[in-house]
DNA sequence: CTTTTATCTGAACAGGTGTTCAGTTAACCT
DNA sequence: AGGTTAACTGAACACCTGTTCAGATAAAAG
């Protein structure tokens, strides 16, 4: 056998980093052999080298590619009104965001250590812009004498850290709506920054 | 060769799980094989089914020393006082306890998924009852009037995300040292759930 | 309908995996 | 000093690892 029916580099090249970012999650990079994102997308495991040159690289792209949605989408917001609206803005923007691509968000976080050195620095380097963009809010309610913070840096961090802790425990059968969610959160940043 | 010179499984065991715990916190539970710790302690891989009957259970092994840890430490205080006092002595506690063991909180927050089902409720019910002692807190400030917060167990989990989030960043070599950033997250813990 | 090209298979490569165990040696006990 | 035991080695087991590639086949192009 070779060439199977119906196959196609547009439908089979989203699947394996579909395969890929599902099974990272669950069992961690390192334990996911290619043998078994091949399974999981209905092909022998050297085909997958028709879509990324490595392991490695597959990784890496499915991290740049949460990283890049993330930015782009925050760009599109939340550029207008007062430190409070801004912050309150990004606060659901981030809850709603994390919350909808839990996988994602579960493998951008915990196989950071399993880059390189030089792809590290390219994620990171994403991860600090959006970080920039909360402290910027931050450095902004300050000024205009609405937030008191002892450091900036940190409450970003400290806020940011508090917000992607919803992916850990969340769950869309639960209790709370993600709307609720988002309102009890954003009561708790609020109060935090508060001058 | 066979027993080396001053070998002893009194210094061996724990040199086991300190290697272990090093290891699996740089590369990841599943990157790290039985001989790379095996190297690490100076011992060839078959000696270390001495000191554990299988990797999973070292894994198990290192996860609930930690939280055995946590408990024990945490036991001997804050028993006295009133909601506040109580509720900062948690704060200091908890990120002064995390920074002083990264590698076992690296690791006890990252290799869930590799625990067997079974291992793993083990493990979440010591967590429970860490949060557990964290929302007994804040139930007692809200209903003295003191605290307020929307949703008891969402404030508990908000807050430990958050201060948890001090070991992805703290370095001892940093402009700022524990006490300072024990202050500094307090100021922000005690403003979150103000009433 | 034929030719070209993209896609995938299946086997192979060199090396690594967790775990077991007979055999060896140092440390301890009397 | 001699016997016993705890600690460790080194080899072996069956199997899995990421990656490569010649060959086969379906889809697309002419």
Redesign the pocket.
């Known amino acids: ?12 090249g989203p699947r394996v980093h579909d395969a890929a970012l599902k099974l990272f999650a669950r069992h961690g990079f390192a334990a ?5 994102i ?1 399974a999981e997308v ?10 990324t ?4 690289t597959l990784l890496l792209d499915l991290m740049r590619g949460h990283m890049d949605a993330l930015l782009a989408e925050r760009a599109q917001r939340g550029k207008h009104g007062g430190p409070l609206e801004r912050l309150e803005e990004f606060t659901r923007f981030h809850i709603r965001f994390h919350l909808e691509r839990p996988d994602a968000v579960f493998v951008s976080y915990m196989e950071l250590r399993n880059l390189s050195p030089e792809n590290f620095e390219t994620i990171e380097a994403l991860r600090r812009r959006y970080e920039d963009e909360l402290e910027g809010i931050l450095r902004d309610g300050v000024a205009a004498g609405l937030f008191a913070v002892a450091d900036s840096k940190i409450a970003t961090l400290a806020v940011i850290a508090m917000l992607t802790g919803v992916t850990t425990w969340y769950r869309p059968a639960g209790r709370l709506s993600v709307n609720e969610v988002e309102t009890i959160y954003w009561d708790m940043v609020r109060k935090a920054v508060a001058a």
């Open positions: 056998m070779a060439r199977t029916a119906g196959s196609h580099s547009q439908t089979t996911v052999s290619m043998r078994q091949a209905g092909v022998q495991a050297g085909a997958l080298y028709n879509y040159p490595d392991k490695q």
